[in-house]
């Protein structure tokens, strides 16, 4: 049976990989893109520089706004690691979710601590004026986390979940 740090193992190396891959196309983003624009597929996926200081969709809270989201990044992170090591050392999905999910929170905390401008985002998606917020790599991972862990757990309560055969 795998110790504590063996089973985090996958945690922390997922935390690490999304936080140096965020990082990465983020100094591309800032160097690149605040001088021009990149159609990478037509109109339907373009690059471009965003700062956003809100949260998801632009979410607003204020002067102290920088702040807030950052406690909350690290109170989630947190919440993420716990949960990490109180999972089955044979759920992988889980181990993998909440290691991206706390990746892409740690990513944007680090903008959020590195400039007052804001958490960079640079990818457009959509066609003509209906786009979907501009958003980074960061955003993808926590997404993509979120989506597996909830898978996990739906397998996790039907594991649990006698079901009952239908009666006559």
Known sequence: MPSGAE????????????????????????????????????????LRLVHNQGAAFGLELGSWQRWIFLTIAIVAIAWLWSAAR?????DTLRQWAVGFVAGGAAGNAIDRMLSS????????????????????????????????LAISLWREDARRSPVEAPTD
């Open 7 to 46: 089973r985090l193992r996958p945690f922390w190396a997922l935390v690490a990989l999304t936080v140096v891959c965020d990082r990465i196309t983020k100094v591309f983003a800032d160097q690149v893109l605040a001088v021009r624009s990149m159609h990478v597929i037509g109109d339907a996926v373009q």
């Open 86 to 90: 109180q999972a089955a050392a044979s």
């Open 117 to 148: 401008r804001g958490v960079i985002d640079f990818i457009d998606v959509g066609v003509g004026t209906l786009r979907w917020p501009t958003f980074n790599v960061a955003d993808m991972a926590v997404t993509c986390g979120a989506v597996a």
